[in-house]
């Protein structure tokens, strides 16, 4: 018997070794971001932890700072961990050049997780090819960005598009742009954390219904884990959720992010899911006759096919 899972669009996209999208395990991703606070040896625990957990791949945000901080906000001044200092500092500070991403790249192969990133800008885009990555992502505050989304579709690889603070037009057009062969599509609800009430993962099957053949994820931002499995639930093929080596560290992002044990977690209750949710194809299992055979009084009518009858014994 085939597979229900065949006749669903065929919609895998390749990313390095494994592919996202119907009937594979789903793609769990731990978003680094700048929650390593520009210090190569925290990207290396929570490659670290993320690899312990089970997870897929990591993921950094790549950005130019002189082209993506508004020129009016450079010369503010902010209190860090690293003193008092300009805010064009502070974001140069939470980058790693070259020779940091290559750290990166040798130690994600050592542990064999893949990595990849989110480029806020052209330039990072260029940045990131000098890397063999498996894919790009678009955050979801860059999808308007045309230009962006064109020198990512020119890399060929699959691309990851978050959909969080757009309308759908934004959203169609934006998938328009990239083209809709190599992308994955993410809901997601952009504010930090997000509220459960305006998390709204049916959008999960709105996505689905329309853009069949385009696999659809989930990019978390909530507090709390079962959220981000009701989307695995929902049918959600890919996931992304932020993580931190203490929720307590400095920076916007760490408050609303997992911790190791929680993403330990996430991934073995992900994969729990994925492997409960079936086929969905009615079939009486093996284990089942011993129970009927003790608890139902009444034969009923016998399967008329072998196809009907699955994993019936003749005679139940
Ligand atoms: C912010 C990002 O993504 P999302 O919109 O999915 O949170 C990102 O990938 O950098």
């Known amino acids: 018997m085939t597979s229900p899972l065949a006749s669903l669009p065929s919609n895998l996209r390749p990313v390095g070794s494994r592919h996202i999208g119907n009937g594979q395990p789903v793609y769990v991703t731990g978003e680094i971001g700048i929650n390593h606070n520009g210090d190569l040896e925290n990207a290396f625990a929570l490659i670290d932890a993320a690899v312990a957990a089970g997870c897929d791949a990591v993921k950094f945000q790549k950005r130019t700072p002189e082209i993506c901080t508004p020129r009016d906000q450079w010369e503010i001044e902010r209190d860090t961990p690293w003193g008092r200092m300009t805010y064009i500092d502070y974001r140069h500070r939470v980058e790693f050049d070259e020779a940091g991403y290559r750290s990166i790249d040798e130690y994600c192969r050592k542990r064999g997780i893949d990595w990849f990133a989110s480029p806020w800008d052209v330039e990072s885009v260029a940045f990131l090819e000098k890397f063999d990555v498996p894919a790009h992502k ?25 959909t969080g ?10 998938v328009e742009v990239l083209g809709s062969d190599n992308i994955v599509l993410c809901h997601a609800t952009s504010t930090y954390p997000a509220k459960h009430e305006e998390l ?37 093929v890919f996931v992304e959720r932020h993580i931190t080596l203490d929720r307590a560290m400095w920076g916007s992002d760490q408050a609303a992010s997992v911790e190791s044990q929680g993403l ?11 492997t409960s949710l079936g086929d969905g194809v009615k079939k009486v ?28 014994t003749a005679g139940v």
């Open 285 to 312: 299992y093996e284990g089942e006759l011993g129970p009927m055979k003790k608890l139902r009084r009444v034969a009923g009518v016998v399967a008329e096919s072998e196809a009907e009858a699955g994993s019936q």
């Open 264 to 274: 330990e977690r996430l991934v073995r209750d992900i994969r729990i899911i994925e």
């Open 200 to 236: 709204n993962l049916r959008m999960i099957n709105t996505l689905q219904n329309e853009y069949p053949n385009v696999p659809v994820g989930y990019s978390g931002h909530e507090v709390g884990l079962q959220t981000t499995l009701a989307a695995v639930a929902l049918g959600a």
């Open 138 to 162: 678009v955050a979801s505050a860059c999808l308007t960005d045309d230009d962006l989304l064109r020198a990512l579709r020119a890399t060929g690889r699959t691309v990851i598009l978050s």
């Open 165 to 174: 603070m757009s309308t759908p037009k934004q959203i169609r057009h934006a």
